[in-house]
């Protein structure tokens, strides 16, 4: 019974989500920036592009020759930081509405996302 997790009603809410331009702020890749390709709600995990690259053993189909590829691992959110798309620097985010939605602002500039 020590090994059930805990199911959650909503999934949280998080300061990332798929396409925002981030910044690896710890870890190996620390410095870079990349484009979020996809993001794991449940594991606080997200994937971005030419982060975190690991070799893959993938077996020949068809379509592919296989061989040993690299592929870009899931990597924690609290590893990851917008980048503000106005200064181009890693900023927090705030919330506040605008015309009835809950909108992500930049703290550095004060500038929304999209």
């Known amino acids: 019974m020590a090994n059930k997790e ?49 070799k893959k053993h993938r077996k020949p189909t068809q379509d592919t020759p296989g061989g040993i590829v690299d592929i870009a691992a899931p990597i924690h959110l609290s590893n990851l930081m917008l980048v503000d798309p106005k200064s181009g620097e890693a900023t927090r985010i705030g919330r506040k509405l605008v015309d009835g939605k809950l909108v992500r602002y930049a703290k550095k500039s004060g500038e929304l996302f999209n």
Do not use: C, Q, S, W
């Not at 702020?25 to 709600?41: D, Q, R």
């Open 6 to 54: 805990k199911k959650t009603r909503f999934a949280p809410k998080l300061h990332i989500k798929k396409g925002d331009k981030v910044k690896v702020i710890a870890g190996n890749y620390k410095g870079e920036t990349g484009e979020v390709l996809e993001v794991f709600p449940d594991k606080n995990r997200a994937i971005v592009d030419n982060v975190n690259m690991k």
